[in-house]
């Protein structure tokens, strides 16, 4: 987290600073609310497109920053910063356009909006040709703010099923690609000689570049490789179904707690999901899939042996390499998966760290308890196993009790975020650094 935030409020102050000092008469005052108004819209503008070209360019997964950003789930949760900064950068942008004839309508101001001069005789043919375009620049911008504004909340709140989620979503690139036009034409003409609008002129490139390559379907991440279901077995009392897959294709390998993107269905999409599987070479892969939503709980009776999946990956940073002399794992519910997958990595090959592994469910029936403890044992891997309520939650002060070595182990976790965020939270309290805390944010919307 620590690295995406930094990234985050970097590119904020660095876009400020360089606007600053390309626009330098900021610094020395306005003489009046509209002129304090027209360079906020400039300012807004710029670090509106600024937050939302990135956000473009992170949507093409982009495989050169998922390590420098700390793994793909690190990248979406920036995108949704980044979506949620654009669309309160943009909300602002769009009051202070509408402000004086709102303050006018109440008598605050005269007049309504500032009345635009006629375009200066300039031998620029370009400035001349932004001038001319200004309306039509203004009026398309104000119909893709509401379009990407509407958008962007029904992506930040959940309003509606992933499927319709997607298909609402692609309209977004287009809604970008008018916002750049809008931009282009009425940022300062001036600023294009600065080095923000060198910046902004790069990253408004790479952002239309990507909504293309958006609108036509196609990203920049892993590899795409095709496979055929081998195997199905759902535990109905666990409403976790397991699915074995066979790849057709050169898979180049994954490492455990790595995670796929995988497309059952086209018209649904794909959805990520982790491999519980070591890789072999042999080109068999394996997915536990749990029951949480509408579509993950249609799969045990829609997906059959011999159906066409495709798979895109591997992605995530969740591969338990760390620099720390043991490691401590948990778990809770289907968060398991990785560390199943870690567990057969281990089997094939043993480490060398002491590993402590607390595994938390409501559902853990004598099958299951008795394949993990396997799984352990052969892994050379000390199990806890907790079943809710029997045996009660799992907290710092017991994880503390039962490792006392814990200060000298990187914590590995995945399961319920607010589980997570509660145990790391009194760990950190304990002196634990927040750097060998390491949770994967598995949400990608």
Same mark, same amino acid.
């Given at each position: 987290?620590?690295?995406?935030?930094?990234?985050?409020?970097?590119?904020?102050?660095?876009?400020?600073?360089?606007?600053?000092?390309?626009?330098?008469?900021?610094?020395?005052?306005?003489?009046?609310?509209?002129?304090?108004?027209?360079?906020?819209?400039?300012?807004? /503008?710029?670090?509106?497109?600024? =937050?939302?070209?990135?956000? $473009? !360019?992170? +949507?093409?997964?982009?495989?050169?920053?998922?390590? *420098?950003?700390?793994?793909?789930?690190?990248m979406y949760r920036l995108h949704k910063w980044l979506g949620t900064a654009g669309l309160s950068?943009?909300?602002?942008?769009?009051?202070?356009?509408?402000?004086?004839?709102?303050?006018?309508?109440?008598g605050l101001i005269a007049g309504g909006r500032p009345r635009r001069g006629s375009p200066p005789q300039l031998g620029d043919g370009v400035q001349?040709?932004?001038?001319?375009?200004?309306?039509?620049?203004?009026?398309? /911008?104000?119909?893709?703010?509401? =379009?990407?504004?509407?958008? $962007? !909340?029904? +992506?930040?709140?959940?309003?509606?099923?992933?499927? *319709?989620?997607?298909?609402?979503?692609?309209?977004?690139?287009?809604?970008?690609?008018?916002?750049?036009?809008?931009?282009?034409v009425l940022l300062q003409f001036g600023n294009w000689a600065t080095p923000i609008g060198g910046v902004l002129a790069l990253l408004m490139v790479g952002g239309?570049?990507?909504?293309?390559?958006?609108?036509?379907?196609?990203?920049?991440?892993?590899?795409?490789?095709?496979?055929?279901?081998?195997?199905l077995d759902y535990q109905p009392e666990l409403k976790v179904l397991a699915v074995d897959l066979q790849l057709d294709q050169a898979w180049a390998g994954h490492q455990a707690g790595q995670f796929a993107f995988v497309t059952f269905n086209a018209r649904e999409g794909a959805h990520p999901f982790t491999l519980a599987s070591a890789w072999q070479?042999?080109?068999?892969?394996?997915?536990?899939?749990?029951?949480l939503g509408d579509y993950t709980a249609t799969l045990p009776h829609t997906l059959h042996v011999g159906d066409r999946v495709q798979l895109e990956g591997p992605y995530g940073r969740f591969t338990f390499q760390d620099g720390k002399?043991?490691?401590?794992?948990?778990s809770g519910g289907i968060g398991v998966t990785p560390f199943v997958a870690r567990m057969q990595a281990l089997a094939a090959e043993p480490g060398k760290k002491p590993v402590d592994f607390f595994h938390a469910s409501s559902n853990l029936d004598i099958e299951t308890m008795n394949q993990l403890a396997a799984d352990a044992r052969a892994a050379g891997v000390e199990l806890h196993l907790l079943?809710?309520?029997?045996?009660?939650?799992?907290?710092?002060?017991?994880?503390?009790?039962?490792?006392?070595?814990?200060?000298?182990?990187d914590i590995w976790f995945c399961g319920p975020a607010a589980f997570g965020r509660q145990l790391r939270d009194k760990l950190l309290a304990l002196g634990l650094p927040a750097s060998r805390f390491h949770q994967e944010l598995f949400q990608m919307r």
């Amino acid at each position: 987290m620590r690295k995406i935030t930094w990234f985050f409020w970097g590119v904020l102050a660095l876009v400020s600073l360089l606007w600053l000092g390309s626009n330098p008469a900021v610094l020395a005052g306005q003489p009046n609310f509209i002129a304090w108004r027209n360079v906020l819209i400039q300012y807004s /503008g710029v670090l509106g497109m600024t =937050v939302m070209s990135i956000a $473009m !360019l992170l +949507a093409m997964r982009p495989t050169s920053l998922e390590g *420098r950003l700390g793994g793909l789930d690190k990248m979406y949760r920036l995108h949704k910063w980044l979506g949620t900064a654009g669309l309160s950068l943009s909300l602002s942008h769009w009051v202070l356009t509408q402000s004086p004839k709102w303050l006018s309508a109440l008598g605050l101001i005269a007049g309504g909006r500032p009345r635009r001069g006629s375009p200066p005789q300039l031998g620029d043919g370009v400035q001349q040709l932004f001038m001319q375009l200004r309306h039509t620049a203004e009026s398309m /911008g104000e119909w893709a703010f509401y =379009v990407a504004a509407a958008l $962007m !909340l029904v +992506a930040l709140v959940k309003l509606v099923p992933y499927r *319709r989620f997607r298909q609402l979503h692609r309209l977004l690139p287009l809604a970008y690609l008018v916002l750049v036009f809008h931009s282009v034409v009425l940022l300062q003409f001036g600023n294009w000689a600065t080095p923000i609008g060198g910046v902004l002129a790069l990253l408004m490139v790479g952002g239309s570049v990507s909504a293309v390559l958006s609108l036509m379907r196609r990203h920049r991440g892993q590899p795409r490789v095709a496979a055929q279901i081998s195997a199905l077995d759902y535990q109905p009392e666990l409403k976790v179904l397991a699915v074995d897959l066979q790849l057709d294709q050169a898979w180049a390998g994954h490492q455990a707690g790595q995670f796929a993107f995988v497309t059952f269905n086209a018209r649904e999409g794909a959805h990520p999901f982790t491999l519980a599987s070591a890789w072999q070479g042999d080109g068999h892969a394996r997915l536990l899939i749990k029951a949480l939503g509408d579509y993950t709980a249609t799969l045990p009776h829609t997906l059959h042996v011999g159906d066409r999946v495709q798979l895109e990956g591997p992605y995530g940073r969740f591969t338990f390499q760390d620099g720390k002399r043991r490691q401590i794992w948990i778990s809770g519910g289907i968060g398991v998966t990785p560390f199943v997958a870690r567990m057969q990595a281990l089997a094939a090959e043993p480490g060398k760290k002491p590993v402590d592994f607390f595994h938390a469910s409501s559902n853990l029936d004598i099958e299951t308890m008795n394949q993990l403890a396997a799984d352990a044992r052969a892994a050379g891997v000390e199990l806890h196993l907790l079943r809710q309520p029997h045996d009660g939650r799992l907290d710092a002060e017991r994880l503390a009790s039962a490792v006392p070595q814990w200060r000298d182990a990187d914590i590995w976790f995945c399961g319920p975020a607010a589980f997570g965020r509660q145990l790391r939270d009194k760990l950190l309290a304990l002196g634990l650094p927040a750097s060998r805390f390491h949770q994967e944010l598995f949400q990608m919307r």
